[in-house]
């Protein structure tokens, strides 16, 4: 009822407030800020090992379970995925929200290193890695000439095709 009294017995002061509030939105919505891609940082870190010529269980028994206990430990640790491959082990680690990445990431290198030695020493050194969209490529080319020799086609891409992207 105070709001209703109020523009009756005063109208100009209502019809004032009114488009007080209608400029301050507008000002407000000039100056309001979009990001399309805002930095984001996920709270993934990927292991990766490659294990050449092993069969998946092999990897998974001599290297996955083995990498997966010794990660387990690091604090904030949401929930590990792994997958077993010829030759290949990938370990996704999981974190909660808030956990420092940076951080995190330095913790499994950390605990990798540690049981480095209980790992065959057949394997390539871990790959481990933080999630991060900004370093995938926007656009991937392939470009097929049977016509032409292996060697200028990789000339032409690298000569034409690069330079042209390059410069958009």
Known sequence: MVLSDL????????????????VLGLSSYRALKVDLFPDVEFPLVTVTTRYAGASPQTVERDVTKKVEE????????????????EGLSNIVVQFNIGVPILNASQDIRGKVAAIRGSLPREIDE???????????????????????????????????????????
Do not use: C, W, Y
């Open 7 to 22: 523009s009756i017995k005063q109208p100009v002061f209502a019809t004032m407030m009114m488009a007080a509030l209608a």
């Open 70 to 85: 010794a990660v387990n430990t690091v604090q904030g640790v949401r929930h590990i995925e792994s997958t077993s491959q």
């Open 126 to 168: 871990p790959i481990i890695q933080r999630m991060d969209p900004s370093s995938a490529p926007i656009v991937s080319v392939a470009i097929d000439a049977p016509a032409l020799a292996p060697r200028a086609v990789s000339e032409i891409a690298d000569k034409l095709v690069k330079r042209r992207l390059e410069n958009v």
